[in-house]
């Protein structure tokens, strides 16, 4: 296999790694119910000027499986964190006891955990997509060495070994998306 090649593949796996990384990022924001610091990663606060993520003006723990506590560094962001809490729309109801806001996570309905799965196979057909976007580009860049000299013999193989990388990804894909599935629908 040429150096060409073997760029082309690295940069391939790079690019599908990301995608990848990006999904396995995304399931960690659907709950499943129960308590994960995650839940509030999409939460901004309007504090000094700024929106800032909730997590950079509080300490974020889990105290048990059903209930998140936010214990803000300064107590005069109490009131704002619990209004971006509001705002933020995620079905949870914070609680303000004058030194932290602590969420209790509400037992899902059976439609909800439904509701919850079909978001997370979206989100694994999104990530099947970059695959194979990534899998064009890589295509794209064998059949330019393909006209450049690339021999007719090295050229089937690279797109052979192009199709083998795609495919190792999406059953990784597969795998997530099954154990967030799993994961969703245990009661």
């Avoid at 795609?166 to 245990?186: H, P, Q």
Wanted: hydrophobic share 40%; charged share 30%.
């Amino acid at each position: 296999m040429t150096p060409e090649v073997k760029q082309c593949f690295s940069e391939a796996k790079a690019a599908m790694q990301k995608a990848l990384e990006h999904f396995a990022d995304e399931l960690t924001k659907i709950r499943a119910g129960k308590a994960n610091p995650a839940m509030l990663d999409p939460v901004r606060v309007e504090m000094y000027g700024a929106q800032m993520p909730v997590n950079q003006l509080a300490t974020i723990s889990v105290s048990d499986a059903k209930t998140i506590v936010i214990t803000p560094f300064d107590k005069n962001s109490l009131a704002e964190i619990e209004k971006a809490i509001f705002q933020a729309n995620l079905g949870l109801t914070p609680q303000n006891n004058g030194e932290t806001v602590i969420i209790s996570i509400p037992p899902m309905t059976e439609d909800r955990r439904k509701d919850l799965v079909k978001q997370a196979k979206a989100q694994a057909e999104d990530c099947k997509v970059s695959l194979r976007n990534c899998r064009k580009s890589g295509l794209d860049v064998i059949k330019g060495l393909k006209d450049d000299g690339l021999s007719e013999d090295l050229a089937r193989d690279a797109e052979s070994e192009m199709q083998n990388i795609t495919n190792g990804f999406g059953n990784r894909v597969d795998e997530l998306f099954k154990a967030k599935e799993a994961e969703v629908l245990k009661v």
